[in-house]
């Protein structure tokens, strides 16, 4: 084993990249287990579909107050800087399960999973845990590595959902956001009583098309919600990406998304306000279920005892524009797009009311998973355990940089594919189909409104950029196998 930050790994443990992982790997685990003498933690992991970390008022919004995402905060950690490493749904969903790359868990799209490949479901199945997946799956394939799991089919559904399970289909009455937390309270009451318990509580909200449900609906049916400084964005100084995309609230949200046409006569300006106010009172209504549900997780926990001993994580499978930039929807390498709410309790272990700035990405999650339970973490998977971060300490080799990559062009909405580094202060992006740069100095202008790739001025930080992006792209083992053209 060596150590990497605080991070047990062991090498040769796992054959690359969908083999199975051999006995030495479980025999290594009983050994730790056992030397260390520590009470395993129970791990309940929440994530809803598409929340912005600006949309939670502990996060410093303005729109919207979330009383018990709040209280997670509070009683816990918020990383400020957490992030997705490819801001699509599915893609997401398969790094946090295997702690790895698109390009090496072989889902850059909306790929079937292969469900034959490690995961860390399987490591904590394994090692004794009781492990369960309820709500939204979209992977396509059967879910491997638990014990128990009831999930959506596809994107599922707002109202009297269907859901799959290992016995066939059942249609549960109700709003999905509900039924999925009583569906994983079920799991936490009738769990055995002898082993630890690993939770992945995925909510399907707040997704598109927002479709709350009556009693949060109108909570905000007759709220103006403030608009966000770059809701009129014309891109201008930007590559064409930005304004070719199809995910414009004023051009590509539809009767659908707004739940009936403008009214009458409504034109420029008047229309952008129209439908702003539509998608985001319907956003954060559905936004507000979510939180209203995370409490009553959080009161069970309580009530039964196991708080102190249960580590518990809220997050997204991404970010979301909220306007932003006059978007919705997400794809793009910009904050709003990529910064993932991340919100940890774990009595104990982490300071109550802690704030932590160090970068995190989501193939972190499951290195993250693997040493909160004990166990080593394989050499393959790309991320780092934040253990570390946890305890408020933050390694002299801690990341200073990450990669991301999107690939799916032209997409649902016309999103142009690209790749990137972000480090502590600046952001790089290369479009490569169409051979276009931008650059953001974070600091001056955390905006992104400034693209400064062309200013002579910024040539050695561009020139150092690149370096850095592409020691990561090798680094990383991305190999351009789904590019048609190498950048110059």
């Not at 090496?104 to 845990?129: E, H, W």
């Not at 707004?258 to 009214?263: D, E, I, L, Q, R």
Request: glycine share 8%; aromatic share 12%.
């Amino acid at each position: 084993m060596i150590n990497d930050g605080g991070t047990r790994r062991i090498q040769g443990t796992l054959h690359s990249p969908f083999g199975m992982f051999l006995p030495a790997l479980l025999l290594m685990s009983a050994g730790l287990l056992a030397a260390e003498g520590e009470k395993r933690p129970n791990i309940l992991f929440i994530m809803a579909d598409d929340h912005a970390a600006h949309a939670i008022s502990s996060y410093g919004s303005t729109i919207n107050q979330t009383p018990q995402l709040d209280r997670l905060a509070l009683q816990g950690m918020r990383f400020d800087r957490m992030f997705a490493v490819n801001s699509i749904c599915t893609p997401s969903r398969a790094t946090v399960l295997t702690g790895k790359y698109s390009h090496i868990n072989g889902v850059p799209v909306f790929i079937r999973f292969d469900g034959s490949q490690p995961t860390v479901a399987k490591y904590l199945q394994a090692a004794g845990y009781y492990t369960g997946i309820i709500g939204k799956w979209h992977l396509e394939s059967d879910p491997t590595g638990f014990d128990k799991w009831t999930i959506l089919p596809g994107q599922g559904d707002y109202f009297n959902p269907t859901f799959l399970e290992a016995g066939g289909k059942r249609v549960i009455k109700g709003y999905v956001t509900d039924i999925t937390t009583d569906l994983s309270l079920d799991f936490l009451k009738n769990r055995p009583q002898d082993k630890p318990f690993f939770l992945m509580c995925h909510h399907k909200a707040p997704h598109r098309n927002w479709q709350p449900d009556a009693k949060h609906k109108a909570m905000f049916a007759g709220k103006v919600i403030p608009e966000p400084a770059t809701l009129r964005d014309d891109g201008v100084g930007r590559t064409d990406a930005i304004r070719e995309c199809k995910q414009k609230v004023l051009e590509n949200l539809s009767p659908n998304d707004t739940k009936g046409a403008p009214p009458a006569g409504l034109s420029g300006d008047e229309l952008l306000k129209w439908k702003y106010q539509r998608y985001m009172q319907d956003y954060l209504a559905c936004v507000q279920s979510v939180d209203d549900n995370v409490g009553r997780l959080l009161d069970y926990l309580d009530e039964a005892g196991v708080a102190a001993n249960t580590l518990i994580i809220y997050t997204s499978d991404q970010g979301f524009f909220l306007g932003d930039h006059g978007l919705y929807d997400k794809r793009f390498m910009y904050e709003e797009s990529i910064r993932m709410p991340f919100l940890v309790r774990w009595p104990g272990v982490i300071k109550p009311g802690s704030v932590q700035a160090a970068m995190g990405i989501n193939p972190d999650f499951a290195p993250t998973f693997l040493e909160a339970a004990g166990l080593p973490v394989p050499a393959d998977m790309q991320g780092r355990s934040l253990m570390p971060l946890f305890k408020g300490k933050v390694p002299a080799d801690w990341r200073g940089s990450w990669y991301y990559r999107y690939y799916h062009d032209p997409g649902d909405h016309n999103t142009r594919a690209h790749y990137g580094v972000r480090t502590t202060t600046h952001k790089l992006i290369y479009f490569w189909k169409k051979d276009q740069w931008e650059m953001y100095d974070l600091v001056a202008d955390p905006g992104e409104m400034h693209n400064l790739y062309s200013d002579p001025a910024q040539a050695e930080t561009v020139s150092k950029l690149k370096a850095e992006l592409y020691r990561l792209k090798k680094e990383l083992k991305d190999d351009d196998q789904f590019a048609d053209k190498q950048p110059n």
